[in-house]
Each structure stands twice: as structure tokens, then as C-alpha cells.
């Protein structure tokens, strides 16, 4: 008993002793976001890493000005022959340590993907400090062009494609995904960027770059081997389970009547059965939307309307659907996962097509697409 009293009586010395770690914050450069592109040879990789200057970052600053002292955060880009070489070559100009504690967004350029990505997720599951729950988006063009959009509403590039991730306009693939999706030789989706430049009040009217989603960057095999418009896109990113709040717009009566209508609960289901001639999937959106606005010079009555609408939109997000998931099929990208599906189903007919699997999802995968569509009418009735 005396030594429980003791022990408790020292307790609470123990809690008051601070910090016990060796590396002073002010010692490190915290990562936020890491831009990796194709070198200028085949053989070199350009890493880019974007940080926050705490010297700049005063409250009450305006989001994004590049006021008298600069703008609050820095790049630094340097090649190498591996992404450890390229960071090593960064660090070496650095007077902090660098850290990826705090690294949420990673963008891959085009030509770095199309050559696979193999090397970034290895780094990436071996560097200690990096967290595989980043996200993960990959750029049209070079991804170092991303980062230097203006962050108007933001202090930084990175928590612009942090943010507009987290969104869920399409995807918030992470590291982690990655790293299954390689590791059990299915396909992994995206975010697939687009950059321009645009006048911006904020900036004077000055040109600046902005940057925004345009569509899906489909993966087979580590490599970028398609790319699918927004509107097939967001079928995929439903069927994912990924997409957020959503409207959808109709038009019928040679585009006399008009609606839109504002999904806030869309989810998905996936199945698998086994025939006599092999297996078959079931893929089932559904969702339901609210009724925001509409045109109907004809005034049908809401049960009507409502009917008109639900079919519509089947056929609509149907239609959506055959022709995104026809196209990861053209690109030998499993995205659905459908393989990791049929493994834990029927593991002894999986094992028949683990090596061939891309071949089989292309050529002789048979699939059921449904839609439950449930529209309301919301707003004051008279």
C-alpha cells in the first residue's frame, strides 16, 4: 500500500516534466503537400515540396496575398534518380529537417504516371514520418503546375486540393488505397486535375493559374492507363461510395420542361453470384434527391412530375454508368475492385483467374448495372 501511495505521489512529477523530444519544432520544415513529375531524362524523377513559412503566417492576413512580406509558404523543387535522392539533394539546401508528418496531398504528373507510380508508393510505405492516409490526385500535365495556382480562399496551394478533396466532388483516393490496390493487382481511381489561368478580382483582375477536378485518372498495374470525363466520372465516384452532394439536371419536352434535382444520400452496393457459365456482378446506385427547381409549362402534378423525373434520371446515370465502367474496362482498370469481391466469394475460381485478371475484366466480366432513384418535393405547396 505505501508504495501505491508513493507511486501515485510521483505521478504526477512524471506528467510535468514537458517535452521529451530531442527535435525542436522550430528545427523542422513540416511538408504539406509533395508534387512528383518525370524528369528531364527517363531515367530522373522531379520531386516538388510545398511548406508553410511560419515567419510569414500572421493572422488576419489576407487568404493567399502575396503581401510585402511574400507569400506564406515555399517550393522547392530538385531532380534525382529516385525520389530519396531527389528529397536527400532538397534537404541539403534546407537549414530544417524535413518532415512529412503533416504532408495531406500528393499530385503525380501525367507523363510520371503514365510510367507508373511503383516507386513513389514504395517510398511512401516506407518513409516513417509519411501518413498513408494523404490523398492522392493526379495532374493532366506536369503536377509542379498545380502548385502554383493562387489559393484565393486559402493560405496555401495545398490546402486548395486538400479541401476541394474533401469535398467529395469526385474522389479522396488515398495512399492507402494505393497501396491495396497495388498490392492485390486491382485497379485504383483518382482525382483527375485541370489547370488554367483566369482573372481573378481578388488578384487585381490579374491572370492567375486555378485549378479544379475535370474528371477520374484510372490505374492498372501502378500505371495511369485512362482518364474519364466528369460526368462518367461521377458514376464511378458514386458506385465507389466517394461522391457527396450532387445535382443533376433534366431536360424533356424538346427542352421546354427542365428540372434539377439535389442529391444528399447517394450509396451503392456490389454482388456476385455464380452461374453455370462463371460469375456474375450486380452493381446497385442509389440515391435520394430533393426537387430544387423545375419548369413544366404543361403543370403536371407532382406524382407526375415525380414519375417523369425517377425514370429520367435512371436513364440518365444509367446510361452514365455502362459507358464509364465500358471504358475502365478499355483501360484493364478494375476501380470497382470487383476481384477483391469474387477472392472473398469464391476464392478457389479466383485463384483460375488471379494471373489473367486484367484480360478477364476486359474481355469477359458480365455485370448488372440497377438504379433506385427516390425523388421529393420539397419547398412550400400551395
Not at 63 to 76: D, E, V
Not at 152 to 167: C, D, F, G, I
Request: with cysteine; proline share 4%.
Amino acid at each position: 500500500m505505501r508504495r501505491i501511495r508513493l507511486l501515485l505521489a510521483l505521478l504526477p512529477l512524471l506528467l510535468m516534466t514537458g517535452c521529451w523530444s530531442k527535435v525542436e519544432i522550430d528545427e523542422q520544415t513540416f511538408i504539406f503537400a509533395l508534387y512528383i513529375d518525370q524528369g528531364d531524362t527517363p531515367d530522373k524523377v522531379e520531386v516538388t515540396i510545398s511548406s508553410p513559412l511560419p515567419n510569414r503566417l500572421m493572422s488576419g492576413q489576407q487568404a493567399g496575398s502575396g503581401a510585402a512580406n511574400g507569400k506564406p509558404y515555399a517550393m522547392i523543387s530538385k531532380q534525382g534518380t529516385s525520389i530519396p535522392q531527389a528529397l536527400m539533394l532538397i534537404q541539403r539546401d534546407l537549414t530544417r529537417k524535413i518532415n512529412f508528418g503533416h504532408t495531406r496531398v500528393v499530385t503525380v504528373g501525367r507523363q510520371y504516371a503514365e510510367k507508373g507510380i511503383k516507386d513513389m508508393l514504395s517510398w511512401m510505405q516506407r518513409e516513417p514520418t509519411f501518413h498513408i492516409s494523404a490523398i492522392v490526385n493526379t495532374a493532366p500535365g506536369r503536377a509542379r503546375e498545380i502548385a502554383e495556382l493562387a489559393p484565393v480562399y486559402e493560405q496555401m496551394p495545398a490546402e486548395v486540393m486538400l479541401k476541394m478533396s474533401l469535398q467529395k466532388a469526385m474522389l479522396d483516393t488515398s495512399a492507402k488505397q494505393c497501396l491495396i490496390a497495388e498490392a492485390s493487382g486491382q485497379g485504383v481511381a483518382t482525382n483527375y486535375l485541370s489547370v488554367g489561368m483566369m482573372k481573378m478580382a481578388s488578384e487585381n483582375e490579374q491572370a492567375e493559374k486555378w485549378a479544379g477536378i475535370q474528371g477520374l485518372a484510372l490505374y492498372n498495374n501502378d500505371k495511369l492507363t485512362g482518364v474519364l470525363p466528369s460526368a462518367e466520372g461521377r458514376a464511378i465516384a458514386w458506385a465507389l461510395g466517394g461522391l457527396g452532394r450532387q445535382v443533376y439536371t433534366l431536360s424533356w419536352d424538346d427542352g421546354q420542361s427542365k428540372a434539377d434535382i439535389l442529391f444528399n444520400h447517394l450509396t451503392s452496393k456490389k454482388s456476385v453470384r455464380m452461374g453455370p457459365d462463371g460469375p456474375r456482378f450486380t452493381l446497385t446506385l442509389k440515391g435520394d434527391g430533393d426537387l430544387i427547381q423545375k419548369r413544366d409549362p404543361m403543370n403536371r402534378d407532382d406524382n407526375e412530375i415525380n414519375t417523369i423525373l425517377e425514370q429520367k434520371l435512371r436513364e440518365k446515370i444509367l446510361k452514365q454508368l455502362k459507358n464509364a465502367f465500358s471504358k475502365t474496362q478499355q483501360a484493364r482498370s478494375d476501380v470497382l475492385q470487383l476481384g477483391m469481391l469474387l477472392e472473398w466469394k469464391y476464392p478457389e475460381f479466383w485463384e483460375k483467374k488471379r494471373e489473367n485478371w486484367t484480360d478477364y475484366y476486359k474481355n469477359d466480366l458480365v455485370i448488372e448495372f440497377k438504379c433506385e432513384i427516390n425523388v421529393k418535393q420539397v419547398g412550400i405547396q400551395s
